[in-house]
């Protein structure tokens, strides 16, 4: 059975940080790409940052580029998502998610709650 597990969210006034940290169990998912999204109350889930298996290729919205570092631990199965500089507008339920070809994603955990007050 493969599952994605959130963890690290939280409450952060504006300006401070969090990490969120992404566990994957019942599959190895060292050759697929993994993903941080995120949906506010009455939006879309947007895409947040990605990257592939070998980390050379890696995406941010541009709305989180220069706050947000996304990275993965192969041997440890996680991937985390460190958010510095945290804004108001970044209040969302951030979702982790795994794809094979980068494109569809296929996997996704329960989703950690991130809230930022002004």
């Known amino acids: 059975q493969v599952q994605l597990v959130e963890s690290g969210g939280g409450l952060v006034q504006a300006g401070g940080s969090l990490r969120l940290s992404c566990a994957a169990s019942?599959?190895?998912?060292?050759?697929?790409?993994m993903g941080w999204f995120r949906q506010a109350p009455g939006k879309e889930r947007e895409f947040v940052a990605g990257?592939?298996?070998?980390?050379?290729?890696?995406n941010y919205a541009d709305s989180v580029k220069g706050r947000f570092t996304i990275s993965r631990d192969i041997a440890k199965n996680t991937v985390d998502l460190q958010m510095n500089n945290l804004k108001p507008e970044d209040t969302a339920v951030y979702y982790c998610?795994?794809?094979?070809?980068?494109?569809?994603?296929?996997?996704w955990g329960q989703g950690t709650q991130v809230t930022v007050s002004s």
């Open positions: 998610a795994a794809s094979r070809n980068g494109i569809n994603y296929n996997y």
């Open positions: 019942g599959r190895t998912f060292r050759n697929y790409h």
């Open positions: 990257m592939n298996w070998s980390s050379s290729s890696i």
